[in-house]
């Protein structure tokens, strides 16, 4: 007689939930030498969320600046002439993004949008992120995205670039689901921190945003991989910040009021 498939899956999913509670129980047992090891997994979360958004960073940067001198070299100047084969190359090369943009999209369709409420849904339980395709996916469909000039941002993609390499390791290392939430809120931290050279921004993000808890097992392993983040993306970077704000006016103290 064939074994009962259904029957199989039910005993090992059962399994995997009874080690999971007993990983669980151990680790609450153990409270401070499990927030210490948080405080240790937040330094890898941080080194990993790091290297990710430099990577994105890099891509960012070397897609705007192609698409600059695309435009300033053929597109203006064909245009100016007259003559109008340069924009309709300029079409094309949207119309190819788009087309990519729209496949990477049905192939991880968790990566789609900022990615922030997906992170919220996996901390909150209510989600599910397929960490290897969205890590790939977000990387190159930003980098695309913003490269063509649409109207997109960083913020959300590094927040859940950063949270799904701490979802990998977490995975990787055979976590707990509880245990798995507070990296990835600290991959979510190390994430902002790094795409901004901003750790106090990407910290506070974590905490008030997505965990929305101070106490200290959140605490530590969020601040850890944020600093962590942050020195990785300034060895590749320097420590020049994202935005540079000149001749601001100092407001009159009578005006205060």
């Known amino acids: 007689m064939q074994p009962d ?20 129980y151990i680790a609450l047992d153990n409270w401070h030498k499990f927030r210490l090891r948080l405080f ?3 330094i890898f979360v941080g080194i990993l969320g790091g290297l990710a958004i430099s990577l994105f960073r890099f891509l960012l940067g070397e897609a705007e600046q192609y698409r600059i001198f695309l435009y300033n070299t053929y597109i203006i100047p064909g245009f ?14 949207l ?25 919220k849904g996996v901390i909150l339980g209510v989600m599910r992120m397929r960490w290897i395709r969205i890590l790939w996916v977000k990387i190159l469909a930003g980098a695309v995205g913003i490269g063509a000039g649409l109207s997109l941002g960083r ?55 997505l965990h929305r808890n101070f106490s200290g097992a959140v605490l530590l392993p969020t601040m850890t991989s944020a600093i962590t983040a942050t020195i990785v993306t300034r060895f590749f970077f320097g420590t020049n910040t994202s935005f540079t704000i000149t001749h601001l006016v100092p407001v009159p103290a009578n005006h205060l009021g």
């Open 40 to 42: 240790v997994e937040g």
């Open 80 to 93: 100016s002439a007259g003559d109008f084969k340069p924009l309709l190359f300029w079409l094309a090369i």
């Open 155 to 209: 913020e959300g993609p590094s927040i859940q670039i950063g949270a799904v390499a701490a979802q990998g390791m977490s995975r990787l290392l055979g976590r707990t689901r509880m245990e798995e939430r507070y990296l990835i809120t600290s991959g979510a931290s190390a994430g902002l921190a790094a795409a901004f050279n901003a750790p106090l921004a990407g910290m506070m993000f974590a905490l008030e945003e």
């Open 95 to 119: 119309a190819i993004a788009g087309l990519a943009l729209y496949g990477m999209g049905r192939y991880a369709p968790e990566a789609g949008g900022s990615g922030i409420p997906q992170v």
């Open 5 to 24: 498939s259904s029957k199989t899956d039910k005993s090992s999913s059962s399994t995997a939930f009874n080690r999971q509670l007993l990983q669980t």
